[in-house]
């Protein structure tokens, strides 16, 4: 949402179908042992602005993600910013999009030690392949095994290219990203911390299965962004339906949720007393319910056909932004919905990539109707 935001207007059947499927996961209790962060990600500049809003959630949050290039390029504000946070004890994530800035942030991440949690360079790189000519990193191929090949050596490139004084690149970096679709391929091209948004009418179920599902099969961690549900003022949900996708993310097993803040021009903030009210009530029920995460031993996993990187937003939604949705498009979106009102919440979706068969998950669903119980 940083460098370009995105506005996808793709409303499902199948969204619509799942959307807002609400129902928690049981499993065993790992108390305050299990990380788990949440804040607020700002994408704006005004450091004043910025500072009024850590003074205000400092209490009942213990992230923030300094989401603006406005922060991360200008070393006196970067600095300022953070000292602030860790003044505060908050943990930290930087945005930025370029290697030339690395030298900084590395030189941040050791000013400020364990509170730097890492890098968050670039976003949605799956979702500008599927929605945005422009960024996207495949133009062209041949089949989708070519799509997925050129999708990951084109973002591990990415995030292997030195800074200009070539003694830091971004994997030096624990790295971050948020999007909407196709996190297989963003864990595959090397991110560590996939963080999936929740926006617009996009079905919650659906992109926690696949975020998740990507994340437990890569051996990585996952979490959530809450983002726009409007193109235009106010943005945000409301705070009540705030709280709701806070809590689902976190019964979920999501070990990092944030809270976007920031408008279409980058220049101020959008939360509101009732969206502070709602994250503070959030912050009670964490501190009330340790987390929560079952173990996908306990989870059914569906497996789609390898590097078929479809969308999932509705029957005319593209392959790799490359070709067109067809009966077999149609075929799995039916199936899967199918089987996610079966599962629901105990469901994961991943792909027939070296996959094996070793319990991992309870039962594995393969697209073409396939069942293996581990």
């Known amino acids: 949402m940083k460098a370009k935001l995105i506005l996808v207007i793709a409303i499902s059947l199948l969204a619509i179908s799942l959307f807002l499927s609400y129902g928690f996961l049981s499993g065993e209790n790992f108390g305050d042992s299990l990380d788990f962060y949440f804040g607020i990600d700002v994408a704006h500049a005004d450091v004043k602005a910025i500072k009024e ?4 959630v400092s209490s009942y949050t213990n992230l923030f993600l ?3 290039t406005g922060i991360s390029h200008n070393a006196a504000k970067l600095d300022e910013v953070c000292q602030y946070l860790y003044d505060r004890d908050l943990h930290f994530i930087v945005y930025d999009e370029t290697p030339r800035y690395l030298d900084l942030l590395n030189e941040t991440k050791n000013k400020f030690g364990d509170k730097f949690l890492g890098l968050e360079y670039e976003d ?3 979702g ?3 929605d945005v000519w422009k960024y996207r990193p495949v133009t062209e191929a041949e089949n989708h095994s070519d799509a997925a090949n050129q999708f990951v050596e084109a973002i591990n490139g990415y995030l292997n290219w030195p800074g200009f004084s070539l003694d830091f690149k971004p994997t030096d970096f624990r790295l971050f990203t948020g999007d909407y679709a196709l996190y297989w391929f963003d864990y595959e091209a090397g991110y560590e911390v996939v963080l999936a948004e929740f926006g617009w009418n996009y ?3 659906l992109n926690v299965a696949l975020c998740r599902g990507a994340a437990t099969i890569h051996e990585k961690e996952w979490g959530v962004i809450v983002t726009w549900t409007y193109s235009h003022p106010p943005y945000l949900e409301s705070g009540a339906e705030l ?4 809590v689902y993310a976190y019964e979920n097993g999501a070990e990092y949720i944030l809270v976007y803040d920031s408008n279409e021009e980058y220049t101020e903030g959008i939360l509101k007393t009732e969206h502070f009210q709602a994250i503070e009530q959030f912050w009670n029920y964490v501190k009330a319910n340790p987390m929560r995460r079952d173990r996908s031993s306990d989870r059914v996993a569906y497996v789609l056909p390898m ?3 479809y969308g999932f937003r509705g029957p005319n939604d593209k392959i790799w932004g490359l070709w067109e949705a067809d009966a077999f498009s149609l075929e799995i979106s039916e199936n ?3 089987i996610l009102e079966e599962y629901g919440v105990k469901l994961d979706i991943i792909y027939d990539d070296g996959l094996e068969l070793d319990g991992t998950y309870s039962k594995y669903i393969f697209w073409n109707g396939t069942m293996i119980t581990s």
């Open 53 to 56: 809003v850590i003074d205000e």
């Open 336 to 338: 899967l919905g199918e």
């Open 128 to 130: 500008n392949q599927l």
């Open 66 to 68: 300094i989401g603006s």
């Open 307 to 309: 590097d078929y990187a």
């Open 203 to 205: 079905s919650r179920q």
């Open 124 to 126: 949605e790189m799956g």
């Open 243 to 246: 709280y709701q996708d806070l």
